[in-house]
């Protein structure tokens, strides 16, 4: 079969695909948004009557694959990193279940935070919940291993976590097909109590993944996708763990590594090669793509014995992606003086894009709260969130998905009036609805715009399942009707728009702002589409 | 064989598709390719940029080594100065001089010109001048490709063929106007390298 080019991303899509896979379900986040993207838009996918689609959040995302999974088909569940913080119940107490269908949990991190608010390492995640973890070095790694994940998953009945980086998810590359397999046929778990975590169930079931620790840790020794490579020059050993192992490999442009090396791609990780490493090298450099899990697991508690470099001793940077040079750097290379950017060069931070809806309300919002002062914004997660840059400075938080609504009600209780949230169609019912409710049944006074551009922005425009239902959501959690407040941002309708905001800011209790007008990006891609139907239709 | 690119511009400006035709021509080639590109918040008009990897042999890293690129290729002036540091001391710069403003500390247009005139190794055009007199300025991304093509190491033919594949089934017309786009961007080059 001739390879394809594709993302790391779309290269587990696709594999997933050629697997067997029954249902995909996540919420968009970046890096993780091609994945799912990628089979939803899959002609084979569709043909093969694989259920593939967005869902309110990443929880309701991991339980609809846990319950394909029960079910005995193949599941996949994708998420940003901290999309695992809001699956985390369904992740750890998964774990707990077990699987019956192959279910692969792939959670993207972001290592430098491109666009994330923290670098959390899920592999700390997957340690947690006592999984299998897989991490693929690359393109064709993360192909081959979703048939791996999969099969591991039902040999085992354990949920596999599969961990990827920004650099991964987001670089092409060719990748080789394997012919593809059925999906599985509907069969319930043998055992029917499987699934209740009753504590009499779930203390048996918490023994069999405790038993099955020793299992994990021999596949990990004996999986080709962890290896030991043999080197004369014992005065180092290293340990390269996923997209590490590349950039050990570019400083090696021969390949020639004088030190033994032990590859990591899949945990716990594979303690007899480590332990080899250990005992015939002087020094272990530890090389892996986040948090120091490794490096923690060789120093120990009392960090006794030999010298362990890595992100813990600075011979790496303890934050923030590694690159060729750092690792270069860290295996003793002089890096070369490079040429500097030159100091006329400004930054280009992103900003919202002409036309976008959110800067005529945050131009109302930022007019309307002048008279009260600055610093009572409670916003969240998507495009609105670039309302904190200039020439806006319209925000004051953004901490975590739905947290606008609910941090707004804290800072309310506390005395602040008039304290607004601001919060994205998408986020709202991602998470926001729940904060809502709180602030309804303790009457707090709070202000919430519910920007209502009918997307999921920031990730590229996957459809908002807040769709035509804000009003509802709002009127049925006990919203009352007058203060569900609906204005078309324009500039043109400013001065209206500002005497709306004016009123419900003055209002002592919930009230509900939405401006609504759709994406600008949505609208044109929508223009563009009708165009070309049209043009079509003339033709023929 | 290695040619390793660093293409720039501001999100919204359409270098993936640059990649995109460029990582065609070297896969019909039959070399190896890696192409890491810059997706989410950055795109919202932000800084971009995507590094291209072609080679005969096999390509460890997704990312560029600093002081290796072989080629920065940019459609915006200011962006092509970014990436400096990745730039090997024989490498290129081909560069838009058209500017994308949208900020408010843009830097003086003369000085920018400046400062890319001083570079070692370079060429810059006005890809949209070139493309309007061709009839649209929706082609400067392929004039900007063609000033690149002579330094890609790559057959001609097969950038040609990666123009046909992509703008194959939006019509015959299209076709013939990419691939003049093409050919002006590599005259323009080989008349202009500096």
């Known amino acids: ?540 | 064989m290695k040619k390793d690119i660093i293409l720039a511009g501001v999100g919204g400006q359409g270098i993936l598709s640059i990649a995109a035709i460029i990582g065609h021509a070297a896969v019909e080639t039959g070399l190896y390719l890696k192409q890491a590109e810059v997706h989410g918040m950055s795109q919202r008009g932000g800084d971009v940029q995507s590094n291209l990897r072609l080679s005969d042999k096999p390509i460890a890293s997704d990312l560029i080594p600093h002081g290796k690129a072989d080629m920065i290729l940019s459609v915006e002036p200011m962006e092509s100065l970014r990436y400096l540091p990745f730039l090997s001391p024989e490498g290129w710069v081909v560069t838009n001089t058209k500017p994308y403003i949208n900020i408010p500390d843009y830097p003086n247009e003369e000085d920018l010109m400046a400062e890319i005139g001083k570079l070692p190794h370079h060429v810059a055009l006005d890809a949209e001048s070139i493309a309007a007199e061709l009839g649209t300025i929706k082609a400067a991304n392929i004039v900007m490709l063609g000033a690149a093509s002579p330094f890609l190491d790559l057959e001609y033919e097969k950038i040609k063929n990666a123009i046909v594949f992509f703008f194959g089934r939006k019509g015959q017309d299209l076709v013939d106007l990419n691939l003049k786009a093409l050919e002006a961007g590599r005259e323009f080059a080989q008349k202009n390298m500096n």
């Not at chain 1, 976008?356 to 709260?369: M, P, Q, R, V």
């Open chain 1, 1 to 540: 079969m001739q390879k394809l080019l594709l993302l790391g991303d779309e290269a587990i899509a696709q594999a997933a695909i050629d697997a067997g896979l029954s249902g995909i379900y996540a919420y968009p986040g970046t890096p993780s948004t091609e994945i799912t993207q990628y089979v939803i838009s899959s002609k084979e996918a569709k043909e093969k009557g694989i259920v593939a689609t967005w869902t309110a959040n990443e929880k309701t995302s991991a339980e609809a694959a846990l319950g394909m999974s029960y079910a005995g088909k193949r599941a996949m569940t994708c998420m940003k990193h901290v999309g695992l913080n809001v699956a985390a119940d369904a992740f750890i107490n998964s774990s707990i279940t077990g699987a019956n269908g192959g279910i692969i949990f792939v959670v993207a991190d972001d290592p430098s935070m491109h666009s994330s608010q923290n670098e959390q390492d899920s592999r700390f995640y997957g340690k947690f919940a006592m999984i299998p973890i897989l991490e693929p070095t690359d393109q064709q790694e993360a192909y081959d291993m979703v048939h791996y994940g999969f099969d591991l998953s039902e040999r085992f009945q354990v949920p596999v976590m599969m961990r990827i980086t920004t650099r991964l998810a987001h670089s092409r590359a060719g990748v080789q097909r394997k012919s593809s397999r059925k999906p599985n046929e509907l069969k319930l778990p043998e055992n029917l109590k499987q699934f209740i975590l009753l504590p009499a169930i779930a203390r048996k079931q918490y023994k069999v993944l405790l038993e099955n620790q020793v299992h994990f840790e021999q596949e990990a020794e004996n999986s080709t996708y962890n290896t030991y490579t043999p080197g004369n020059d014992k005065s180092m050993g290293i340990i390269a763990c996923g997209l590490a192992h590349n950039y050990l490999m570019e400083n090696y442009p021969e390949r020639d590594i004088p030190y033994p090396v032990v590859k990591v791609s899949q945990y716990p990780a594979p303690e007899e090669m480590i332990r080899k490493l250990y005992d015939e090298c002087e020094s272990i450099l530890v090389l892996e793509e986040g948090y120091p899990l490794v490096e923690e697991l060789l120093k120990g508690l009392l960090n006794k014995g030999k010298k362990i470099k890595g992100r813990l001793d600075g011979s790496i940077p303890r934050d923030g992606e590694l690159n060729p040079a750092i690792v270069g750097k860290a295996l003793g290379f002089d890096i070369p003086e490079l040429t500097p950017i030159p100091s006329l060069v400004s930054n280009r931070p992103p900003s919202l894009c002409k036309g976008c809806s959110h800067i005529d309300s945050y131009n109302g919002l930022n007019e309307a709260l002048e008279k009260y002062g600055k610093g009572r914004v409670f916003a969240d997660i998507g495009c609105y969130t670039l309302g904190a840059l200039a020439p806006y400075d319209a925000i004051n938080t953004c901490v975590d998905m739905g947290a606008s609504i609910t941090m707004a009600k804290g800072a309310a209780d506390a005395g602040l009036k008039p304290s607004v949230a601001v919060i994205g169609d998408s986020t709202f019912t991602h998470s926001g609805i729940t904060g809502l409710l709180d602030a309804v049944n303790d009457k707090s006074s709070i202000t919430v715009f519910i920007l209502d551009n009918a997307t999921t922005g920031m990730t590229g425009g996957q459809p908002s399942s807040a769709l035509g239902k804000i009003e509802d959501i709002c009127r049925g959690l006990g919203v009352e009707e007058e203060h569900i407040r609906i204005i078309k941002p324009l500039s043109k309708k400013h001065e209206e728009n500002l005497a709306v905001i004016r009123e419900e800011l003055e209002y002592d209790g919930v009230s509900v702002i939405i401006p609504r007008r759709e994406c600008i990006q949505t609208l044109n891609k929508r223009m563009r589409e009708k165009f070309k139907a049209k043009a079509q239709e003339e033709k023929s």
